[in-house]
């Protein structure tokens, strides 16, 4: 860390010294005159509180959190940190917020993303106490790369309009008629996990095994209340989606 005056001259520089090799990625004033370091190492995404001094108050490492890449003070002295990880399903890598209180203890995490690449730049507090991230995404829009805008509540949550639910689906059909060797696999991105998974009616997960010929009816819930379904036929003779619809 090093802070300068407006001519350019050196006032202070510190070292914060650590077990491996970190970068960091933003850093921010905070209202008692110190700063907040966030960034990424071996360990995690790591948040750092320092004095006006630049002196060490606390360190927070958070794991599968990936890449801390943006950081702002929020309006109650607790930070938001918009991190880049792939710590969220297989595909490749997702927006993760994660909210903290003025000691760096988790109060709730945001995935946002869809099966492809999705990174946040920068995170910011609005004046209603909710969030504004912005980033790339290559889940949506175009086809390439594009920018993204996510804007949600106090609670890290959007409206189901914005941030729909996004699947792939994968199965295997039985041997034989007689067998029970069938498969389905749902993997599931975007809305805010974890995901309610139903086969039939019937609670299930994201990968099903084990399955006879027959019609499966397929249900999965996040926690905004976005809704998938959909219908596939299971036959050892032939594969045949029968419909699929979003609410």
């Not at 792939?168 to 008629?177: A, L």
């Not at 019609?215 to 819930?221: A, C, D, M």
């Amino acid at each position: 860390m090093l802070k300068i005056n407006k001519e350019g001259d050196i006032l202070w520089d510190r070292i914060i010294e650590t077990e491996s090799g970190e970068a960091c990625y933003e850093i921010h004033e905070t209202p008692d005159s110190g700063f907040v370091v966030t960034g990424d190492g071996e360990q995690g995404v790591f948040l750092i509180k320092t004095n006006k001094n630049g002196e060490l108050l606390w360190r927070e490492t958070y794991v599968n959190a990936g890449i801390g890449r943006s950081v702002d003070v929020t309006h109650d002295g607790g930070y938001i940190l918009s991190c880049y990880t792939t710590g969220y399903g297989d595909n490749d890598g997702d927006v993760l917020l994660v909210r903290t209180d003025e000691n760096g203890g988790v109060l709730w995490t945001s995935v946002f993303g869809g099966l492809k690449y999705d990174n946040p730049s920068k995170v910011i507090q609005t004046h209603d106490s909710g969030f504004f991230v912005i980033g790339q995404t290559k889940s949506y829009g175009a086809g390439s790369t594009d920018f993204y805008l996510i804007r949600t509540d106090e609670m890290g949550m959007v409206d189901s309009t914005i941030n729909e639910l996004d699947y792939e689906m994968d199965y295997s059909t039985p041997s034989d008629k007689y067998a029970c060797d069938g498969y389905i696999s749902i993997n599931v991105r975007g809305g805010k996990p974890p995901y309610s998974y139903f086969l039939n009616n019937t609670e299930a997960d994201s990968m099903n095994r084990d399955l006879c010929d027959e019609i499966y009816t397929i249900s999965v819930y996040d926690t905004y209340g976005n809704e998938i379904h959909d219908s596939i036929i299971v036959n050892h003779n032939f594969r045949f989606p029968v419909g699929c619809v979003h609410l």
